[in-house]
Structures are given as C-alpha cells and as structure tokens.
C-alpha cells in the first residue's frame, strides 16, 4: 500500500538525519587554508622546488676549490717489480706507505659553468613559479568544488520543500475526494506529483554527498566528511569591458613568468654548450709523507701543476650536445608564445562566462517571482473549484524549477567569479 508519509520518515532518518548530525561548521576561507596545508599535489610541488634549489649549488661546487686525501700501501716481491702492460704510466712498484692530499681548482672555462649556474637558477625560479601555478590550480578546485557543495545542499533544501508542498497538495486533494467535493483523479495526480517530488528529492541528497565527496578530495582529505557550509557574499561588480580584466592577467599570470623563465635558462645553456670546444685550465697542488718506503724514495713530497684540457675528438658529442640546445631554445620560445595564447583566450572565455552568468541571475530571479505568483494564482483557483490539479500541479513543477535554477545559478556565478580570478592571476 502506497504510504508516503512512512517514505518520507524512513528517508529523513536514513539520509538527511545523518547528514545533518555529521557536518561540521566550514568557511570557504577555512576551505582554502585546509587544502594548502594537506593537498598531497601542492607539497609535491614544494618538495619539487626545494628540490630544484639545490640544482645551481651542485653546478657552481664545479668551479670550486677541490681537496681530497688518499692513502696508499703498496708491498710487492723485490724493488724491481715494473707494470708491463696497460696505458703509459709510471711502471715502478715500490714497498711503501704514503698519505697525502691533493687541492684542485679550474682556473677558467670561459663562462662554461657560469651558464650552467645561471641557467640552473632561472630553472629553479620556474619551479618556483609552478608552485604558484599549483597553488592556484588547488584554491581554484576548493572554490570550485565548495560552490557545488553549496549549490547542491540548496537544491537539497528546494527539493525538500517540495516534498512538503506536495504532501500537503495530497492531504488537501484526499481531504476533498472524503468530502465528495473532488474526484480521486485530483489525489491520483496529488500522489504521483509526490513521487516525482521524491525522486527529486533522492537526486537531490545523492547530488549533495557527491559534492561533499568532491570537495573532500580537492581538500586533500583521504577520508569524506560532512560539512555545514557557510555562503560566500556575492562578488564586486565586473569591469564592463575584459580590457583590464585580461592587462591583469598578462602582469600577473605565473603560468607566463615560468615560460619567460624557462626560455632564459634555455638560452643560458645554449651559451654554456657553445664553450664546450674551448680548453679548461685548471691548477692543482699536492702534498703528502711516506712513513715507510724504501732508500730511492724521499719521505714527504710537494707538487704543483697546470693543466689545460683540449679537446679535439669526441664524436659529434658537442656538436649535437649545441644542436640539442639550439632545439630546446625555440622549443621554449614557442611554448612562451602558445602561453600567452591560452591565456588570452581563457581569460576571455572566463570573463564571458562570469557575464553570462551574472545575467542568468538576473533572469532566475524573475522567473522565480513569476512561477511564486502563478502558484498562488493555481492554488487559489483550485481551492475555489474553478482551477483543476493539473494546472495546479504545473505550477508547482514551474516553481520547483524555478527554486532550483535560482539556487544554483547564485553559486554558479560564484564560481565563474573564482575561474575568472583564477584566469586573472589574482590568487
């Protein structure tokens, strides 16, 4: 037997009973500072520029002062042992203990390491600049996700109004048919408009823990949690014109200080790789003593040398290591360009948006008082007896559409406002 009153129970204490008592009060402001605290891809991020920070000292300790000590041991048969084969080298093996250290130092490279340094600081600032570009992209994913939450439990709060209309739209046509005064097909349509309200309303609670799932993730949070959450005041007024909407995305945007970045670290490798035929002159000096060693051989020694490496024959290695760096410039180059482009069009494309939607608000709001007064206007002819159910339940379909478009098209603009900040450069 059909009972919609007992639905309505067992629906309330299953899921919107313990919606309720799970959530917890959220600011979107609380949203944002949860998910740069915990969000796995932004400590990524942060990890990956601390990382890259170290990269210019690891390429500028080249150019340093060098030091390392040995110790050497050497017994062999009688002193006229000799080495025979293998590379030219001094063949004598004498029976000795020595200990000594050794310092080096590259006297020039001709700016070959300088590029290196200079390329590998402007790579560790477009790392610096992708953790901006991160950062970004997760608050954007909180607004974003924390307006559908929002935007979802108001279609919620719609949908269970309507339940409540409608049910009393059933007890009012039951009432009515008891009474002679209304035939059952008034209630048959009372009751099938219930369930549709029902459905609406099971959507509306699946839409609702669908959107807490999401904003959950974009959080950074492993497990789902039930939130309260607080709406946001609207927003300023859009510049009439996307001018100054995409000057300020053109001065602030860090997806186009990484390209620019990233182009100059191309072009200071390709000035390092250009050197690589020029010799390297280095100095070195050792120092050390021999506690046990034979007659022929002093018991402490001193040297000092000058080195200069030329190179002649490597096959092809720096040509190509040039070639290579010659592609990466103006694959650079070109990527800076198509930055720019994406840019334009997404910050155009975000303001249109935003527009459009602010528009859509303007017209939801009028169709919502159009739809409130039609009801009222349907629900007093019906209860005059001049209107029928079908007219009246029409007018409650046009108002629960209504309600929903309203809810959602506040909290849509919200988040083309939060796309179009993002677009903007300005988080």
């Not at 001709?110 to 610096?128: D, K």
């Not at 919620?156 to 409540?164: D, F, G, K, M, Q």
């Not at 100059?264 to 506690?291: D, I, Y």
Request: glycine share 4%; proline share 4%.
């Amino acid at each position: 037997m059909h009972n919609p009153g007992l639905y309505k129970i067992v629906l309330w204490f299953l899921i919107i009973f313990p919606f309720h008592l799970m959530a917890e009060r959220l600011t979107l402001r609380e949203a944002e500072q949860m998910a740069l605290a915990h969000h796995p891809q932004l400590q990524e991020a942060r990890w990956r520029k601390e990382a890259d920070a170290t990269v210019p000292a690891q390429v500028r300790s080249g150019i340093l002062p060098q030091a390392h000590g040995s110790v050497t041991g050497a017994l062999t048969e009688d002193d006229h042992m000799r080495i025979l084969a293998g590379v030219p080298n001094n063949p004598s093996i004498y029976n000795r203990l020595g200990a000594g250290i050794g310092f080096s130092q590259i006297l020039s490279d001709f700016g070959r390491t300088r590029h290196r340094v200079e390329s590998a600081r402007l790579s560790a600032e477009a790392s610096a600049e992708t953790e901006r570009i991160v950062r970004a992209m997760a608050l954007l994913r909180v607004d974003r996700a924390y307006y559908a939450a929002l935007a979802a439990q108001a279609v919620l709060r719609v949908a269970r109004e309507t339940v409540h209309e409608r049910q009393l739209l059933v007890d009012q046509a039951s009432a009515l048919a008891r009474n002679k005064l209304k035939s059952e097909l008034d209630v048959t349509f009372a009751k099938v408009n219930l369930d549709e309200a029902l459905l609406i309303e099971n959507d509306a609670v699946n839409g609702a823990r669908s959107a807490t799932v999401n904003l959950c993730n974009a959080l950074g949070l492993e497990e789902t949690r039930e939130f309260e959450l607080v709406e946001e005041p609207m927003p300023e007024t859009l510049p009439p014109q996307w001018d100054s909407v995409v000057a300020t995305a053109m001065a602030n945007r860090p997806e186009l200080h990484r390209a620019k970045l990233v182009k100059q670290a191309a072009e200071e490798t390709l000035r390092a790789e250009r050197t690589l035929n020029l010799p390297v002159v280095s100095a070195s000096l050792f120092t050390g003593v021999a506690p046990l060693h034979i007659q022929a051989i002093q018991n402490h020694w001193n040297a000092a040398a000058i080195n200069v490496d030329i190179p002649i024959l490597n096959g092809g290695l720096f040509k190509a290591r040039r070639l290579e760096a010659g592609a990466r410039l103006k694959e650079a180059s070109e990527a800076a360009r198509n930055t720019v482009n994406n840019i334009l069009r997404d910050v155009r494309l975000a303001y249109l948006d935003a527009v459009s939607s602010f528009e859509r608000l303007r017209v939801t709001a009028s169709l919502l008082k159009q739809a409130q007064q039609s009801l009222k206007l349907a629900q007093a002819r019906y209860n005059l007896g001049l209107g029928n159910i079908i007219e009246l339940s029409q007018a409650q379909l046009n108002l629960t559409r209504a309600q929903i478009s309203q809810a959602r098209a506040r909290f849509d603009y919200q988040a083309h406002r939060a796309q179009l900040d993002y677009e903007m450069g300005v988080r």
